[in-house]
C-alpha cells in the first residue's frame, strides 16, 4: 500500500466548509487504495488574528512566546479536520508538531529540523487510519514549542514525506503547477509536467512564488519528489523530482520576472583589498538580503559596486550606505528602484551552448537595456527596466518556444 | 521565599488591557518578595467561538479532538501573559499541561490527575522566572492532551500548589469571597474570612457559584489552603481552609438557595425490594444529575419516591419516567418545576443542637410550607416553593445572626 503526504495551505483551510472539501478530497486518496498522512497550515487569518493580539501587549515579542502564541493555529485546524474526516466515518488523529516529534534546534520563529521520528505516525497509519499533523512547527531537545518559518508547513511535508519514505508528497496551492511564465503575463505559458529540484530551485527565488525554496533543497536533499497541484480542481499538477535524462532535452524550462529588487551602484570605491569586504559586511550586519553584486573593472584605482537589494529592505540600506561611503572614500550612491530582474531557467543549459548569446540578442531585438547581468550553471539573469520586463518574458517565451511540449512523451 | 499560586479565570484575561493588569497584578507580588506562579484559563469567549466552529464540521466531535482543539486557549492566554510581563521587564515563562507534566488519566473532556511532576516548574521558579502555566488541561500516558473539565483550571491550581509546597493558593474571581449569602438577596451578608474545607464543599454543590466543588475537595485532601479573592480590588478575600477549632463557635457559616432543580415524585411504587434500585439505575443510564431522594412511609404495600434532579436533565428524565411507570406497577408521576432549595450550612452543628429545629420553625413563622428535607453532618436543606425563596433566605439569615461577625479575632 502506498503512502500520499498531503499538504494543505491556509487558504484551503480556511473556514469549516473548505476544511469539509479537503476531508473529502482525502477520502478519495483513501478510496483509491492509499494510505494518507495530512500536514495542515493554520486556518487562513488565524496566525494574523494572534499577531494582532501580541501587538496590542508589546511591540517586541519574545521569540519563544510568540511560537507558544502561533502554534496554537495549526493545532486548531488540525483537530477540526479530524472531526471532518470522522463525519465521513473515516478514523483519523491529530497530531501536533511535538507529538509527532520534530525535533528542532532553538532558534524560535526560524527553527531548523534537527531529526523527525517516525514511529508515532506509523504506529497510527499502520491501525489504518488517516494521521493529520501540524505544519510549521517543533519542538526543542528542553521541549519547547519551536516554528520553522517560512514555508515551514511545506517543509514539515517533505520532510515527513523523507522519513516516512512516502510515495508522494502532494502540495496543494491555489495554482494548477509550475508554468513557463507567469500566465497573467506570458498568454500562452505552459504548466510544466517535470521539473527538477535545481530548476525549481532557481525558479523559486526567481519570483515564482509557488514553492518556498527551502522546502525544495530539503527535497533535493533526500530525493522526495513533490506533486503542486491545485486544491480546487483534479487535474495533475507539476511533479518536482530528481534530474532525469531526458530533461536536458529542454534548454529552457521557464521565464520569470522578478520586480520586488531595487538596484544599488556606489561610485568611485578605492579598488584596494578588503573594500567589498566592508561594504557586504556591513549590509549583512544589518541582515539585509543582497542578490546580484558585480563588480566593474577598475580605473584609475577606482570602481564602481552595484547590487541588487529586496525591496523590503531597501529604506535600511539607504541609511546605512550613507555612512559607509565616507568611510570607505566612495564618491557617492545611485539607486534605481524601476528595475526587473528577468530569468531562464533550465538545466539543458548546462549541454546547450549559446543560451546566453541568444538571451542578450532577443533583449536588443527589442531594445531592452540591460543594466546588471549574472548567471549560474542552470540561469541567466538581466536587469533591466521595469516598464519593459513584460514584454521581456513574453519576447523570450516566444523565443525559447516554452510554449511547446518538448519533453517526448 | 514563599511561593504564591496565583489563578486568572477567563474573564480575567478576557482581552490585552486585561491581560495587562493581570500582569500589574503578578508585578506587585514579586514586589512583596514572593515566588509567583501564575495558572491561566483561556481568554474569555475564546472557547465558545472554538466550540462553535467545531460545530460547523459535525455534532458529535471525538472528544480526543475536542481537546486538541479547546487546550490551544490556555495557550494562548499563557503566551500572551508570558509577553506582557517581558513588556514589565519581568523574567517569565509560559508551559503547556504537557511540559509541565501534568499528568491525568485519558478521559477526555473530563480527565482525571493521575501525577504531577513538579521538576519543570521548580527549575525556571529557581531561576528567578514567574511561570506562567496552562490551566484545565494534561496529557495521558500516551501523550493526547486531555481537557480536565468544569472547574479545571482551578484544580491545575490547587494540585500544582499542592505539589510545590506552594504557601498559598490564590483563586482570582469576579466576587470578594464567600458571603454568609447572596448579597443580591440579603442586604446585610457578609463575606467570610475563613470556612473550611468542607463547609466550602456544602455551599459549592448547593448554589454558591464561586469554587467548584472538584478543587475544593483536592485542596481538602490535599491540605491545600485557597485564598478566593477578587481580581478587580486589593482586598483580602475568604480563605478555604483546613477545619481549625475556633471555627465552631459559629454554628452555621452560610445559607444558600438553588433554583436550579426540580422535584419528581412517583407515586404508589409497590414497595417490593428493588424497585427503588430500578428506578435509580434508568435514572443513571442517561446520566441524569439526581441530588435529594426520599422515600416515605409505606401504606397498604405501596410506597411514594421523591427526588429533586438538575433542570437541565429533567427532559430526559421525564421522558424516561413515562416507561418506566407502568413498569414497575407505579401509578403515575408528579412534577414541581416551581421549587427552591434553601440549606444552612455549618461545621458548628456537629457540636450544636437544635439546628434543624430551629430552622424548620423559623421557616413555619413565616408560612413557608416544607416540601421535603435533608440533612448531613454540616448542613440542612429544605425544599419549598421558589417564589418563597428569597424570604426564607433572609430570615434564616437574620435568625441566625449571620450578618454578626462570630469569629473571634
Known sequence: MSLIVQKFGGSSVADPERIKIVADRVAETLRAGHQVLVVLSALGGTTDKLITLSKEITDNPSDREMDMLLSTGEQISISLLSMALHELGIEAISLTGA??????????????????????????????????????????????????????????AVALASVLKADQCEIYTDVDGIYTADPRVVADARKLEL????????????????????????????????????????????????????????????????????????????????????VFKILADVNANIDMIIQNVSEKGKTDISFTVINSDFAKVQKVLEELCTEVGADSVEYDQNIAKISVVGIGMKSHSGVAAKMFEVLAHESINIKMISTSEIKISCVIAKDQADKAVRVLHEEFDLAKELIPE
Open 99 to 156: 507529538q509527532v516529534g520534530i525535533i528542532t534546534d532553538s532558534s524560535h520563529t526560524k527553527a531548523r529540523i534537527k531529526e523527525i521520528s517516525g514511529g508515532t505516525i506509523q504506529k497510527e497509519l499502520d491501525q489504518g487510519k488517516v494521521v493529520v499533523v501540524a505544519g510549521f512547527q517543533g519542538i526543542d531537545l528542553s521541549n519547547n514549542i519551536t516554528t520553522l518559518g517560512r514555508g515551514g508547513s511545506d517543509l514539515t
Open 195 to 278: 521539473i527538477s529540484h535545481d530548476e525549481m530551485l532557481e525558479l523559486a527565488s526567481l519570483g515564482a512564488n509557488v514553492m518556498n525554496a527551502r522546502s525544495v533543497e530539503f527535497a533535493k536533499k533526500f530525493g522526495v519528489t513533490i506533486h503542486v497541484r491545485s486544491s480546487f480542481n483534479q487535474k495533475d499538477g507539476t511533479l518536482i523530482t530528481e534530474e532525469a535524462e531526458k530533461m536536458e532535452d529542454a534548454v529552457i524550462r521557464g521565464v520569470t520576472k522578478n520586480t520586488e529588487e531595487s538596484k544599488v551602484t556606489i561610485l568611485h570605491v578605492p579598488d584596494t583589498p578588503g573594500v567589498a569586504a566592508k
